[in-house]
């Protein structure tokens, strides 16, 4: 099996679009230094939030947005690395925009966009249109899935996933609730698969961004305070740590959600019948 390195990135989202597109491509050439083939950005990231950074969708500067957007696809074929970035996403008017996640590829081109499809009871009463449908990504051999923020408080995404044979879930999340953490470890080891949340640099007290291995286990997590940066996680399905998980764990709960194994098990017998008797 593939295996490859993921940058999950913890990076500082502000109300200057300019300025946010520029930390992203400072954290691009991070990760491509550290051997990364992956970045993994967090929710928002080169928009900002709407409640947070963004107020009003008449003031956001949508120009600005493709610019910043265009020049980090520049850099991606440049450096030749997969970037998945957070972003709001402008429909027709007077449709409210989506929150997105872009997919980059080495070759400078958006290729998907994954659109948040549970959304928060604010952002859908005032703030974004929802999404339809799951992302799946194969990158180098691998199977990608795609979540944004409250959704991991939905556990049937994650068996779609996993159902869609996805090795990595990646999270992008505009959160401070430690909560995640331990349901990103839930779903990852539920679903026996590797998870990437990527938070915000100022969300880092409490909720740094974090690399989860498919035994649930946490890989890799960023510093505990208001620091960008990148944290490497590896994906590799050699690896001895997730024999258990991989090879017998995640088949065996396969075939459990299926039932055969069940159904072809079930007795007709008065005694199983009867709940009432000892």
């Given amino acids: 099996m ?6 999950t990135a913890q990076s500082l989202i502000t109300a200057d679009i300019a300025g946010n597109g520029q930390h992203i491509r400072h954290l691009m050439a991070d990760a491509k230094a550290a051997g990364a083939r992956l970045v993994h950005c967090p929710e928002a990231a080169l928009s900002g939030y709407a409640k947070a950074q963004i107020r009003d969708w008449s003031r956001v500067d949508w120009s600005a947005i493709e610019r910043e957007l265009s020049t980090i696809c520049a850099l991606a074929r440049q450096l030749e690395i997969w970037v998945v970035l957070g972003c709001s996403h402008r429909l027709t008017a007077p449709h409210r925009p989506h929150n997105s996640l872009y997919v980059i590829s080495p070759t400078g081109k958006i290729i998907t966009r994954y659109d948040k499809r549970l959304c928060s009871h604010t952002e859908i009463t005032d703030w974004y249109s929802p999404g339809t449908e799951p992302v799946v990504l194969d990158i180098d051999g691998l199977l990608f899935g795609c979540a944004l923020c409250i959704e991991i408080q939905f ?6 996933y996993a159902r869609l044979g996805v090795d990595c879930v990646l999270l992008s999340a505009y959160a401070e609730d430690p909560i995640f953490a331990i349901l990103a470890q839930a779903h ?3 679903n026996n698969i590797w998870l990437s949340l990527a938070t915000p640099a100022q969300c880092a ?4 961004s974090r690399f989860i291995g498919p035994d649930g286990q946490v890989q890799a997590c960023a510093a505990v305070r208001a620091e960008p940066g990148i944290t490497l996680g590896r994906i590799d399905h050699d690896d001895a740590r997730y024999a258990i998980a991989l090879s017998k764990a995640r088949p065996w709960r396969q075939a459990a959600r299926q039932g055969d194994i069940y ?3 079930i007795v007709t017998d008065p005694r199983s019948m009867d709940r009432q008797s000892p």
């Fill in 155 to 160: 556990p049937e995404l994650f068996a779609e």
């Fill in 188 to 190: 990852a080891a539920t």
């Fill in 205 to 208: 007290a409490a909720l740094p």
């Fill in 263 to 265: 159904r072809d098990r």
């Fill in 2 to 7: 593939a295996s490859l390195t993921v940058a």
